[in-house]
């Protein structure tokens, strides 16, 4: 036997629950991985300042947002600092809260849908049991709690658009006039932000790769397989989109250098550190730093939730790996994927402030984290695809796959545990919200900033942008709270 050659395991041969046992095993799963997600909100500097807005009401949003979009020479910020400051407004409601991780949730899932159409491989359950067991609960710049909104709906757009094209395309859908509403969907979503730019030619490239990869599994040589994946149309249509999006942004940044050196490139000068920064935003992005953290302080129900959700996970993705296993080129597969998650970051990595930060601080987590892990959590999926198709020793495939999927159970036991502890820290936050409520329903609340703290947040857990004040901020809030008191 070819051990190079897709395993197909029949039905017969790998008899497993029915449909609805296997999707009732996901949705606990995602309801066990998510819940932790609703307790945390408003938690960096960026949140409060939006909420702040907020409060100020639309006149400030809409100058803010041209202030900063000319600051950083950001066109996107008028898109962009509109959908945070919805967000940090929204959150303190537990219900809009519930929404923010059901639309994280749906993101998730888009993109497990997004890899199977790529590959024309059905990974769409065992990648979106990977993507939410194995995600890590962050405290600050880490959507769903913080920003909850800004990469959540761009990422939705661009995702939802190149399922719509891919799928065109493969129906030979040639009149490119189908794909044009996609195609303004896509484009829209990649001005947002420089994130999204990274993450929409991320996916292209993905797209190209993966059909050039389909043309060779179908026999054909490297260039006639490149001719077909870069066929004209495709190329034209898809660039015109990128440069409905990026084009902008040029020529405003051209016309607005920018003083922020948050999206400079100044960094760039410094491989080292550029794929130093890389590495931790890629790294700090996934729950593989953290096991084991949280173990020693977990209480008896987190650890029964934590055992629990290990079970499930493991059942589910042994359950849902038929797919998988009929990958092809899971090793190439599994590499590109991780020169992607490179790519995504890479906006940041040339960025001075960025490189000090996870250099020099070890502070590397960020924004950019949330997406470099989804192509991680795919670079996952091949090396079990690869361990099943290389067994050790006498193992068989099936072996091997129960193997791998207890072992990621284990992981995702202990994501769970982890995640866990950080809702408890998250908590604390919460409470200070509580506090700030109640005293803004009272006929006095407290006006001098050390009374303030003393009353709110004694612990200090809530921290405003510069140059703002806490205290004013508080003094604003209380105001705005009190006229929606029951």
Same mark, same amino acid.
């Given at each position: 036997?070819?051990? *190079?050659?897709?395993?197909?395991?029949?039905?017969?041969?790998?008899?497993?629950?029915?449909?609805?046992?296997?999707?009732?095993?996901?949705?606990?799963?995602?309801?066990?991985?998510?819940?932790?997600?609703?307790?945390?909100?408003?938690?960096?500097?960026?949140?409060?300042?939006?909420?702040?807005?907020?409060?100020?009401?639309?006149?400030?949003?809409?100058?803010?947002?041209?202030?900063?979009? #000319?600051?950083?020479?950001?066109?996107?910020?008028?898109?962009?600092?509109?959908?945070?400051?919805?967000?940090?407004?929204?959150?303190? !409601?537990?219900?809009?809260?519930?929404?923010?991780?059901?639309?994280?949730?749906?993101?998730?899932?888009?993109?497990?849908?997004?890899?199977?159409?790529?590959?024309?491989? !059905?990974?769409?359950?065992?990648?979106?049991?990977? =993507?939410?067991?194995?995600?890590?609960?962050?405290?600050?710049?880490?959507?769903?709690?913080?920003?909850?909104?800004?990469?959540?709906?761009?990422?939705?757009?661009?995702?939802?658009?190149?399922?719509? #094209?891919?799928?065109?395309?493969?129906?030979?859908? +040639?009149?490119?006039?189908?794909?044009?509403?996609?195609?303004?969907?896509?484009?829209?979503?990649? +001005?947002?932000?420089?994130?999204?730019?990274?993450?929409?030619?991320?996916?292209? =490239?993905?797209?190209?790769?993966?059909?050039?990869?389909?043309?060779?599994?179908?026999?054909?040589?490297?260039?006639?397989?490149?001719?077909?994946?870069?066929?004209?149309?495709?190329?034209?249509?898809?660039?015109?989109?990128?440069?409905?999006?990026?084009?902008?942004?040029?020529?405003?940044?051209?016309?607005?250098?920018?003083?922020?050196?948050?999206?400079?490139?100044?960094?760039?000068?410094?491989? =080292?550190?550029?794929?130093?920064?890389?590495?931790?935003?890629?790294?700090?992005? *996934?729950?593989?730093?953290? +096991?084991?953290?949280?173990?020693?302080?977990?209480?008896?129900?987190?650890? +029964?939730?934590?055992?629990?959700?290990?079970?499930?996970?493991?059942?589910?993705?042994?359950?849902?790996?038929?797919?998988?296993?009929?990958?092809?080129?899971?090793?190439? *597969?599994?590499?590109?994927?991780?020169?992607?998650?490179?790519?995504?970051?890479?906006?940041?990595?040339?960025? *001075?402030?960025?490189?000090?930060?996870?250099?020099?601080?070890?502070?590397?987590?960020?924004?950019?984290?949330?997406?470099?892990?989804?192509?991680?959590?795919?670079?996952?999926?091949?090396?079990?695809?690869?361990?099943?198709?290389?067994?050790?020793?006498?193992?068989?495939?099936?072996?091997?796959?129960?193997?791998?999927?207890?072992?990621?159970?284990?992981?995702?036991?202990?994501?769970?545990?982890?995640?866990?502890?950080?809702?408890? !820290?998250?908590?604390?936050?919460?409470?200070?919200?509580?506090?700030?409520?109640?005293?803004?329903?009272?006929?006095?609340?407290?006006?001098?900033?050390?009374? #303030?703290?003393?009353?709110? !947040?004694?612990?200090?857990?809530?921290?405003?942008?510069?140059?703002?004040?806490?205290?004013?901020?508080?003094?604003?809030?209380?105001?705005?709270?009190?006229?929606?008191?029951?």
């Amino acid at each position: 036997m070819d051990s *190079t050659a897709p395993i197909r395991m029949s039905a017969s041969r790998r008899p497993g629950p029915p449909m609805l046992a296997l999707a009732t095993m996901v949705a606990a799963v995602t309801l066990m991985a998510m819940l932790p997600y609703l307790a945390g909100y408003r938690l960096s500097g960026d949140d409060i300042w939006f909420l702040q807005l907020a409060i100020e009401g639309s006149e400030a949003v809409a100058d803010n947002a041209m202030h900063a979009a #000319i600051e950083q020479g950001r066109v996107g910020q008028l898109l962009m600092l509109p959908l945070n400051v919805l967000g940090a407004y929204l959150s303190g !409601d537990p219900v809009w809260r519930a929404v923010f991780v059901a639309l994280y949730v749906a993101q998730l899932l888009l993109f497990a849908v997004f890899v199977s159409t790529v590959l024309q491989t !059905d990974l769409r359950v065992f990648l979106f049991v990977l =993507l939410v067991a194995l995600h890590p609960l962050a405290f600050a710049f880490m959507p769903p709690n913080a920003y909850p909104l800004q990469n959540t709906v761009p990422l939705i757009a661009i995702l939802g658009a190149r399922i719509a #094209i891919v799928r065109l395309r493969q129906r030979h859908a +040639l009149r490119a006039v189908a794909e044009l509403p996609a195609q303004a969907v896509f484009a829209l979503g990649m +001005l947002v932000s420089e994130f999204a730019v990274a993450f929409g030619t991320a996916l292209l =490239l993905a797209e190209y790769a993966a059909r050039a990869g389909v043309a060779r599994q179908e026999g054909r040589g490297w260039r006639q397989a490149l001719q077909l994946a870069l066929a004209r149309r495709f190329v034209h249509a898809d660039g015109l989109a990128v440069l409905a999006a990026v084009g902008p942004y040029l020529l405003f940044r051209w016309w607005n250098p920018g003083v922020y050196d948050g999206n400079s490139a100044g960094g760039i000068a410094h491989p =080292l550190k550029v794929a130093g920064t890389i590495l931790g935003h890629v790294r700090d992005g *996934t729950a593989f730093p953290r +096991l084991g953290g949280g173990l020693s302080s977990a209480e008896a129900w987190e650890l +029964l939730v934590a055992a629990a959700t290990g079970v499930a996970v493991a059942a589910a993705l042994f359950t849902a790996a038929g797919g998988l296993l009929r990958l092809a080129a899971p090793a190439a *597969t599994g590499l590109a994927t991780l020169l992607l998650a490179a790519w995504v970051t890479l906006p940041v990595a040339i960025s *001075t402030k960025y490189q000090a930060a996870c250099m020099d601080r070890g502070s590397c987590a960020y924004l950019d984290s949330r997406i470099s892990y989804l192509a991680v959590t795919v670079a996952v999926a091949c090396a079990v695809a690869f361990a099943c198709r290389h067994p050790l020793g006498r193992a068989t495939a099936r072996q091997a796959l129960a193997i791998c999927c207890v072992l990621l159970g284990v992981m995702a036991a202990l994501t769970s545990i982890y995640n866990a502890g950080k809702a408890r !820290d998250m908590r604390r936050i919460h409470q200070v919200w509580e506090r700030a409520d109640r005293l803004a329903c009272t006929s006095a609340p407290p006006q001098d900033a050390a009374a #303030i703290r003393a009353a709110v !947040d004694p612990d200090g857990l809530i921290a405003i942008t510069p140059p703002g004040s806490i205290a004013d901020f508080w003094k604003a809030y209380f105001g705005w709270k009190a006229l929606r008191c029951p």
